[in-house]
């Protein structure tokens, strides 16, 4: 199995790595700095280092990719920014960075992986529960909620531009102890990605436009 990793540097994604590594699979993983390319180096990965909020850096993927024909992508970059309320505004800075992030970051690759892309591929791009409308009770986070409503969004139109070609579909990870997630969260990083990997390996073209959970749950919009 040949898996590209985008956002690697730790967390859930330095979590990809390590179980598709230790599945044998051969993978190749984006990171943003000398530390997380050691880090894949060490779990026997290929290193790339990638900005996702960068023109520039997302523009050279393609070049780095050429030839290859990956059978699961998973864009997992993406940030939080304020932890502000509904009726909060954000900064322009920060909602610049947010959505550059967590919504441009992923319109802008996936025109640079649809051609590096295996027969029957299957490409997730991690989301967040707190992008459902359907299933909101609160407006905390609200920069983030819109960002994760905008991706899943992003995820729908690329699952019909792909069709086909790719089964495409968004997650969510669960709340996952992570620099993000914080000590307090439900699951480990280890559960939400054994989970993805099991709902990555059994999902059909007919599931590509769906958000799941990370233990296969269908999750409303």
Aim: proline content about 4%; overall charge neutral; cysteine-free.
């Amino acid at each position: 199995m040949n898996v590209l990793i985008i956002g690697a540097s730790r967390g859930l994604g330095l979590e990809f790595v390590r179980q598709y590594r230790a599945a044998a699979a051969r993978v190749t993983a984006t990171v943003r700095d000398d530390a997380g390319r050691a880090r894949i180096t060490e779990l026997g990965a290929r290193p790339l280092t990638l900005d996702v909020a960068s023109a520039a850096s997302v523009s050279g993927l393609a070049w780095q990719i050429d030839g290859e024909a990956f059978d699961v992508v998973v864009i997992n970059a993406g940030v939080f920014g304020p932890r502000a309320a509904a009726l909060d505004a954000p900064t322009q800075d920060d909602f610049d960075t947010v959505m550059r992030t967590n919504v441009l970051g992923p319109m802008r690759l996936l025109p640079q992986v649809a051609e590096a892309l295996a027969p029957g591929a299957r490409l997730a791009i991690i989301s967040s529960r707190m992008g459902s409308i359907g299933l909101r009770t609160n407006g905390s986070g609200w920069l983030y909620r819109a960002s994760k409503a905008a991706v899943n969004s992003v995820m729908k139109d690329a699952s019909l531009a792909l069709a086909g070609k790719a089964t495409v579909i968004s997650f969510h990870p669960g709340w996952v102890k992570t620099d993000m997630g914080g000590a307090g969260a439900d699951i480990d990083a280890h559960t939400s990605i054994a989970g993805m990997r099991t709902v990555l390996a059994s999902v059909k073209p007919a599931d590509s436009g769906a958000f799941f959970n990370y233990d296969g749950q269908r999750l409303d919009w």
